[in-house]
Every structure is written in structure tokens, then in C-alpha cells.
Nanobody, 124 residues
Framework: QVQFVESGGGFVQPGGSLRLSCTASGVNLARYEIGWFRQAPGKEREALGC????????YYTAGLGGRFNIYRDDLKNTVYLQMRNLYPDDTGVYYC?????????????????WGQGAPVTVSA
């Protein structure tokens, strides 16, 4: 099992930016594709995007308007979700996950463990 730890969440005003981090102990994150997900209050968890393991290619859910960027720092064994121009609708708990494959997308039913997530609140 790959146990992720998400961090970097917090409170931000509309139009602001946040960078979330995704780490895991004892595993090289570059071995797997890593997806970012969000669960807004009262809604189901939704996929935001994904980065593939070898190629580092990224894919994003339509409708994000280019505001989100996923990248990986192999030296720090960390995957990031950079978010810009945040809206109140971006409020939610953000998770990273893998199905332990190498190619996007992350198949949610094969995700063994979810982390605690990083709460993000966008409000004036």
C-alpha cells in the first residue's frame, strides 16, 4: 500500500493561489502515476488531474481553465498541485492517490488507501 500525506491546504481569498504537496514514505513516487482529487462539501470526490510516472505527462479535467498545474520533484519525492486564481467553488478537501499503475488516469476503484487530504477554503 502507498500511504500518501497531503499538505499545504488552508484558507485563501478568491483569486489567490495555493500549492499542495503530496508525499509518501518508503516509496518512490516516480514509480506510479499520481492523481489529484477534490471533494467539495456535499459532493462526490472528483478527479482534477494526473501525472504519469515515466513520461511525466500531465492530464487535467476539462473545466479547470488552466488554473491547476501538477508537477513532480523527484529529488524531494513530492508531487505538487499548484492552484491559481482560486474560486469559492474550489473549496474542498484535496487528495492525491494512485492505483499503483504508471499511466493516467488513476482508476479509483483500484486505489487501496486514501490519505487524510488537505482542506482548502476559498472565501472572502
Amino acid at each position: 500500500q502507498v500511504q500518501f500525506v497531503e499538505s499545504g491546504g488552508g484558507f485563501v481569498q478568491p483569486g489567490g493561489s495555493l500549492r499542495l504537496s503530496c508525499t509518501a514514505s518508503g516509496v518512490n513516487l516516480a514509480r506510479y502515476e499520481i492523481g489529484w482529487f477534490r471533494q467539495a462539501p456535499g459532493k462526490e470526490r472528483e478527479a482534477l488531474g494526473c501525472i504519469e510516472s515515466e513520461s511525466g505527462k500531465t492530464y487535467y479535467t476539462a473545466g479547470l481553465g488552466g488554473r491547476f498545474n501538477i508537477y513532480r520533484d523527484d529529488l524531494k519525492n513530492t508531487v505538487y498541485l499548484q492552484m491559481r486564481n482560486l474560486y469559492p467553488d474550489d473549496t474542498g478537501v484535496y487528495y492525491c492517490a494512485t492505483d499503483q499503475g504508471q499511466r493516467c488516469p488513476v482508476i479509483v476503484r483500484y486505489v487501496e488507501v486514501w490519505g487524510q487530504g488537505a482542506p482548502v477554503t476559498v472565501s472572502a
